[in-house]
């Protein structure tokens, strides 16, 4: 079955660029979205379609797919990013989810 | 806005079924080309989804799951449910509904999880 591989974590400066990759078999075929979920929170679809956001989204966040990897991007990162962060795909029929990163804010 | 609510137990016994129901308000649950997810989430782990059942009452599920899974819908109560059979400490997990529709113009896939309830813990244990 197809899968997808992120990092456990990622770290990043406060006010400086996070990028969160999400690794899988030619994915760059592949439509790739994106969730947000904080502590004790459902997920929050951040970006569909590989680099759509969705309304009240902000600018901040942007993907991009090519290749075997997809890359979520965080701008200017602030303290209410930190959150767990999922890429996922359709394989077929199935959803099939990465198993997650730990946005860390320094 | 649409929104889900889950509900159901929030303690089942080993070897019986867990059964959960989504609530969807502000919306039909039929009245478009709507698939109908759960999604769990054991305890510090990742998502892992369980299946969908579409507007229409098609199902599909998740190979590792599919020999206990079934999901059904309740167009009167604006409801889908999901019963899991033959639970054991492996189901311990919050389960989440969640809505995804297909993009436009194409049938073959669909888009992300857009809407999401708050989830539910289920606990199985004895």
């Given at each position: 079955s197809y899968e997808l591989t992120q990092p456990l974590s990622v770290s990043v400066a406060l006010g400086?660029?996070?990028?969160?990759?999400?690794?899988?078999?030619?994915?760059g075929a592949r439509n790739v979205h994106w969730y947000q979920q904080k502590s004790g929170q459902a997920p929050v679809l951040v970006i569909y379609r590989d680099l759509n956001r969705p309304s009240g989204i902000p600018e901040r966040f942007s993907a991009s797919n090519s290749g075997n990897t997809a890359t979520l991007t965080i701008t200017r990162a602030q303290?209410?990013?930190?959150?767990?962060?999922?890429?996922?795909?359709?394989?077929?029929?199935?959803?099939i989810f990465g198993g997650g990163t730990i946005l860390t804010v320094l | 806005?649409?929104?889900?609510?889950?509900?159901?137990?929030?303690?089942?016994?080993?070897?019986?079924?867990?059964?959960?129901?989504?609530?969807?308000?502000?919306?039909s649950i039929s009245g478009g080309d709507y698939f109908w997810n759960w999604v769990r989430q054991h305890p510090g782990k990742g998502l892992e989804w369980i299946g969908y059942i579409s507007a229409t009452g098609?199902?599909?599920?998740?190979?590792?799951?599919?020999?206990?899974?079934?999901?059904?819908?309740?167009?009167?109560?604006?409801?889908?449910?999901?019963?899991l059979t033959s639970v054991t400490a492996a189901d311990t997990a919050v389960y989440y509904c969640a809505r995804a529709v297909p993009p436009p113009g194409v049938v073959v896939t669909l888009d992300g999880f857009d809407i999401w309830g708050q989830g539910t813990m289920v606990t199985v244990s004895s």
């Open positions: 400086q660029t996070a990028r969160i990759t999400c690794g899988g078999n030619n994915i303290a209410g990013d930190e959150a767990d962060y999922y890429c996922q795909v359709w394989e077929g029929r199935t959803g | 806005q649409v929104q889900l609510q889950e509900s159901g137990p929030g303690l089942v016994k080993p070897s019986q079924t867990l059964s959960l129901t989504c609530t969807v308000s502000g919306g098609s199902t599909y599920y998740s190979a590792s799951l599919q020999s206990r899974v079934t999901m059904s819908l309740d167009t009167s109560e604006n409801q889908f449910s999901l019963r």
